[in-house]
DNA sequence: CCGCATCCGTTTCGATACTG
DNA sequence: CAGTATCGAAACGGATGCGG
């Protein structure tokens, strides 16, 4: 791999020499969420070959964003973690989320969803102003599987974080569907009698939905 | 070119999808300067070929984040503008940036440097809280020619503009030396006697340089 | 000269198979 | 589990050509 890419003294260029690559961006958003195994991480990402793998982990590792630590036994396996200059894109990260919000509708076929890039997305969308008093969990359906994260709403504006506590009502839909919700190109009233939403919980909820978010 | 490269319904993604592939978002920063013809954009960039450059042209056409105009005779040319949305991604260079000067150093051999690269990278270094209120041209020295961008501290924290107006003193080093005081690196007084920079103007401003950027 | 299209040798990628 | 080896396909950089 030419180490040089771009003949140019410029931090933008810097930059996209470290983290430019195909599939890299995407290896240090999946190890923002903590130390994993090789194979965790190409689980994540389909698509992308052992070997393409190898050579980027290598190369974040040569560039000093990642670390390599062996497990003593009986764990005896390898991670990578990110070193504080990893960690430190994540303000690139998500700003860079925040752009590619707009891109996410329409929704591919045969596309996969995790909860964490679920999380990504509704955080970008999050108002950030007073927002109503109320928790939701959010459950999208895949054809294999459901993701779910929880969406709360207060004086400081809204927040989402992982599923599991309890909350005032339960949204299920398909991603296509939440999204919409989610970006106000949807009424809440209109998907639930459509019966692309389900509603769980108190429905007087439903109408406070979209004012969690910028729409 | 393969479309949907990533099967993940993630904002990242998405974002990699339009801006990942190689000399992309060079070509934004360029182009958020302004609109610009296409043998411009390439003149700046060396190492891009003629027929990749269309392609990211028409790729970023496609996707909505630059438009072409045709101009009228006499200039009868083409330019190419980037759209609102292509001027969101503002925020998302400039996290980069911020993050990739910690790369700037050091200094590769036959490097080009322009003083628009110059202005983004001293600008994620600026000091944000208030610096003493002196006016800097800073020249960084090339090989072929000479580069200047104009350093302003204040009550507002340090600005970072286009070099013209006068100032209360002017800095002449070669690109390491410059990237050095700025980032604290290296003493100025060191420096000026070492012969690795040159000043123009007030010498007592010289003493305040570091000052306006975060070490 | 400007904006590209085409050709060609090299690099990189993705898929699969294989190994300690 | 954590990679390595291999191989065809795609992308890339450089040069050349060509219409406007």
């Given at each position: 791999?030419?180490?040089?890419?771009?003949?140019?003294l410029?931090?933008?260029?810097?930059?996209?020499?470290?983290?430019?690559?195909?599939?890299?961006?995407?290896?240090?958003?999946?190890?923002?969420?903590?130390?994993?195994?090789?194979?965790?991480?190409?689980g994540?990402?389909?698509?992308?070959?052992?070997?393409?793998?190898?050579?980027?982990?290598?190369?974040?590792?040569?560039?000093?964003?990642?670390?390599?630590?062996?497990?003593?036994?009986?764990?005896?396996?390898?991670?990578?973690?990110?070193?504080?200059?990893?960690?430190?894109?994540?303000?690139?990260?998500?700003?860079?989320?925040?752009?590619?919000?707009?891109?996410?509708?329409?929704?591919?076929?045969?596309?996969?969803?995790?909860?964490?890039?679920?999380?990504?997305?509704?955080t970008?969308?999050?108002?950030?102003?007073?927002?109503?008093?109320?928790?939701?969990?959010?459950?999208?359906?895949?054809?294999?599987?459901?993701?779910?994260?929880?969406?709360?709403g207060?004086?400081?504006?809204?927040?989402?974080?992982?599923?599991?506590?309890?909350?005032?009502?339960?949204?299920?839909?398909?991603?296509?569907?939440?999204?919409?919700?989610?970006?106000?190109?949807l009424?809440?009233?209109?998907?639930?009698?459509?019966?692309?939403?389900?509603?769980?919980?108190?429905?007087?909820?439903?109408?406070?939905?979209?004012?969690?978010?910028?729409?």
């Amino acid at each position: 791999m030419a180490r040089f890419r771009y003949p140019q003294l410029c931090a933008l260029a810097r930059a996209a020499e470290v983290v430019g690559e195909r599939w890299t961006l995407l290896i240090v958003r999946e190890l923002l969420l903590g130390p994993r195994r090789f194979t965790d991480v190409k689980g994540r990402l389909d698509g992308v070959s052992a070997s393409v793998l190898t050579q980027r982990l290598l190369a974040l590792e040569e560039s000093g964003l990642v670390v390599r630590r062996y497990l003593e036994p009986p764990a005896a396996s390898t991670v990578y973690e990110l070193t504080a200059a990893g960690r430190a894109l994540e303000p690139a990260i998500n700003a860079l989320v925040s752009w590619g919000v707009r891109a996410l509708v329409p929704v591919r076929p045969r596309e996969r969803v995790e909860s964490d890039w679920l999380r990504l997305a509704l955080t970008a969308w999050a108002r950030r102003e007073p927002t109503p008093a109320r928790s939701f969990t959010v459950r999208v359906r895949q054809p294999r599987r459901e993701v779910a994260v929880r969406v709360v709403g207060g004086p400081d504006g809204t927040t989402v974080s992982e599923a599991g506590a309890p909350s005032d009502a339960t949204l299920i839909a398909d991603a296509q569907t939440m999204l919409g919700l989610v970006s106000g190109m949807l009424v809440p009233a209109a998907a639930l009698r459509g019966g692309h939403v389900r509603l769980d919980g108190d429905p007087r909820a439903l109408d406070d939905f979209p004012a969690l978010f910028n729409a």
